[in-house]
């Protein structure tokens, strides 16, 4: 491998927004992400929904004005 091209590999910590923390090694100390295999409802087997930016709140309000102008 040539020298000073690669990138440090240092210890980091991937912090999910459940609030589990795993250890590892990459290129960047601190990884957040939104979802993990903890809280993940394929690994959990429980049915979780997961919001990005109010997408699940809108839908429900549209479903709400629909029902309410068939009425």
Do not use: N, W
């Amino acid at each position: 491998m040539k020298k000073g091209i690669h990138p440090e590999y240092v210890d980091a910590k991937i912090i999910c927004g459940c609030g589990h923390v795993l250890e590892t090694k990459a290129v960047t100390a601190e990884i957040k992400v939104d979802i993990c295999s903890k809280c993940h409802p394929f690994y959990t087997g429980t049915q979780k929904l997961v919001d990005t930016a109010g997408r699940v709140e809108k839908f429900r309000q549209r479903q709400a004005k629909k029902a309410a102008a068939s009425k």
